[in-house]
């Protein structure tokens, strides 16, 4: 069994509590449009009962958050976002607020949120493309990217629900399974040791939904369209096997130019068989050809794995 054929024999199906996320709540009938003109991706078109990725930028370009976007309702927007962002997530976009008719606030406790695999994500969106969302029940499912391609086990779900909703069927499922399953899907939501990290192309997010380059401007727009559209982005992503645990935020070198760090960790995750262990790694396309090292240029070599997905300069 290769690294790269791992996951396909390690996925379940279940369940999971999903604590590492939050949730901002944008109510009254300027909200869309006020996130709209905050976001990299188009909210004001995004209909009731949908959901779409989208990046939270300054004006260098830089993401300080993402979320999953929902539009519950006309004049009701939910951004789930990692909850080690979101106070100050909520405290910077209501700087912007100023006589748009909109209210943010915290609405964590007011919503169930759980991770759904393999059957108990199929029994509610089938075989959806990403982000398509269906709503039963005052619950809203969110379609998200497979842990693995091609695999129907891999199958993956936001569950987002008001408190009180009985929540789906399905065993428990770990949450570090759950976050393995993260790190295989290649999605990641940013958070706090990668705030003001990367442009949304160093996270493929031009690739998997989470940019909209013909809507209007928003903090960061200019940054974005220049590097997608003038070849200047020289960062990209890739999926990762390290025999050692890695953090968010930890840099990684190469031997070609061993005192200057060539990449950036952006979420790491166990295997379950315990035999090592898989993250997210954004840094130089010219470094991926000459390797990458935790923690020093002699530390341990990263195997560099298949994305699940194809980049949007290879469609």
Not at 110 to 125: E, I, N, P, T
Not at 223 to 237: E, N
């Amino acid at each position: 069994m290769t690294l790269a054929d791992m996951p396909n024999d390690f996925l379940t199906h279940g369940t999971c509590p999903l604590e590492h996320l939050g949730v901002i709540q944008a109510q009254g009938e300027d909200a869309a449009q006020f996130l709209h003109n905050q976001l990299s991706n188009d909210v004001l078109l995004l209909p009731a009962g949908q959901a779409r990725l989208a990046a939270f930028c300054n004006a260098k370009g830089r993401m300080q958050a993402s979320f999953v976007v929902i539009k519950t309702a006309p004049n009701t927007v939910l951004l789930v976002i990692s909850q080690d962002l979101l106070v100050q997530t909520l405290k910077r976009l209501s700087m912007f607020v100023l006589r748009a008719k909109v209210r943010l606030s915290d609405a964590s406790g007011l919503w169930q949120l759980r991770g759904l695999l393999g059957d108990s994500a199929r029994s509610l969106v089938d075989d959806a493309a990403p982000w398509h969302t269906v709503t039963r029940d005052g619950a809203f499912a969110v379609s998200l990217y497979p842990a693995t391609a091609g695999a129907a086990h891999s199958s993956r779900a936001l569950w987002l629900a008001p408190a009180g909703v009985a929540l789906p069927a399905g065993d428990e499922v770990q949450p570090a399974l759950w976050r393995w399953s993260e790190v295989l899907s290649a999605v990641p939501l940013l958070s706090l040791p990668v705030f003001d990290s990367f442009v949304p192309q160093m996270l493929h997010y031009e690739s998997v939904g989470g940019v909209n380059f013909k809507k209007g401007c928003y903090p960061g727009q200019e940054v974005v369209a220049r590097s997608q559209f003038r070849g200047t982005l020289k960062r990209r992503m890739a999926r990762v096997f390290s025999p050692v645990e890695l953090a968010a935020g930890q840099d990684v070198f190469t031997p070609a130019d061993p005192g200057q760090p060539c990449a950036t960790v952006v979420q790491c995750a166990g295997r379950p068989d315990g035999s090592g262990f898989d993250a997210l790694v954004s840094g130089t396309l010219e470094s991926m050809q000459t390797g990458w090292h935790a923690s020093s240029a002699q530390g341990p070599l990263l195997q560099i794995l298949p994305l699940p997905y194809a980049l949007l300069e290879d469609l």
